[in-house]
C-alpha cells in the first residue's frame, strides 16, 4: 500500500517579518519545555527553553512564550532570516528524565 | 566542546546484516539518549541511560535492537539482523541530568540505509 508520511505543518514567511511558530504540548505535569531548531542532514540544535513557572523567556532574536491554562507554546523569531529555515520542534519534561518531541514546523523563509 | 560525536555519518548495509552505531556523549555529561527519526513516525526516543545505566528501554522496537554504554564516554546501538524497515537517521544526544534544567545537545546522526 502506499506509504504516507507525517505531514509537518508549515509556516512560510518573508524575509525579515516576524515568525510565530506554535506548540501544543499534552502533560500539564510537565514543567520545562525546550524549543530546538533542526536543519536538514543535522541534528536538532537546542534554541530557547523556559519552566513551568515562567510565561515567558526571551533570547536573541527568539521569545518563547508558556500558557499553562491551555498548554500552549510558542516560538517568536523577530525578524527572519533566510537561515532561520529549518523544523523547529517543541520538546516537554514529563519529570522523568525523559524530552516528549512535538511533531515539528517546517519554516521557510522567502528572500 | 567537540559535541556529541556519532559514527559513521552515513551507513549502507544489507538485510540480515549487523548493524553497529557508535556515540561519543559531550565530556561530564552523565544521560545519553538514542533516538530513531523518520517521515512516517517523527523522532522516537529508543532508550536512555544514565551514569552508564539504562533507565528506560521501553522504545526499542524489538529484540533485534540492543544498546550498551560500557563506560562514560562511549555507547552502541547495535541492530542484528537489520531489516528494510530499519531504514532511519539514528540520533545520539547526552545531557547533565540531576539538575533542574534538561537540554540534550545531539549528534549529527547516523543516517542508515538497509537494502
Known amino acids: 500500500g502506499e506509504s504516507v508520511g507525517l505531514h509537518l505543518p508549515t509556516l512560510s514567511v518573508q524575509e525579515g517579518d516576524n515568525s510565530i511558530i506554535n506548540c501544543a504540548y499534552s502533560n500539564s505535569a510537565s514543567d520545562y519545555f525546550i524549543w530546538y531548531k533542526q536543519e536538514s542532514g543535522k541534528g536538532p540544535q537546542f534554541i530557547i527553553d523556559?519552566?513551568?513557572?515562567?510565561d515567558k523567556r526571551q533570547g536573541q532574536r527568539v521569545t518563547v512564550l508558556l500558557n499553562k491554562t491551555v498548554k500552549h507554546l510558542s516560538l517568536q523569531i523577530a525578524a527572519t532570516q533566510p537561515g532561520d529555515s529549518a523544523v523547529y520542534f517543541c520538546a516537554e519534561n514529563n519529570q522523568g528524565g525523559k524530552l516528549i518531541f512535538g511533531q515539528g514546523t517546517e519554516l521557510s523563509v522567502k528572500p | 566542546d567537540a559535541g556529541v560525536i556519532q559514527s559513521p555519518r552515513h551507513e549502507v548495509t544489507e538485510m540480515g546484516q549487523e548493524v553497529t552505531l557508535r556515540c561519543k556523549p559531550i565530556s561530564g555529561h552523565n544521560s545519553l539518549f538514542w533516538y530513531r527519526q523518520t517521515m512516517m513516525r517523527g523522532l522516537e526516543l529508543l532508550i536512555y541511560f544514565n551514569n552508564n545505566v539504562p533507565i528506560d528501554d521501553s522504545g526499542m522496537p524489538e529484540d533485534r535492537f540492543s544498546a550498551k554504554m560500557p563506560n562514560a564516554s562511549f555507547s552502541t546501538l547495535k541492530i542484528q539482523p537489520s531489516e528494510p524497515r530499519d531504514s532511519a537517521v539514528y540520533f545520539c544526544?547526552?545531557?547533565?541530568?540531576?539538575?533542574?534544567?534538561?537540554?540534550?545537545?545531539f549528534g549529527a546522526g547516523t543516517r542508515l540505509s538497509v537494502l
Open positions: 523556559i519552566r513551568s513557572n515562567m
Open positions: 544526544a547526552s545531557s547533565l541530568a540531576g539538575i533542574a534544567k534538561n537540554i540534550q545537545y
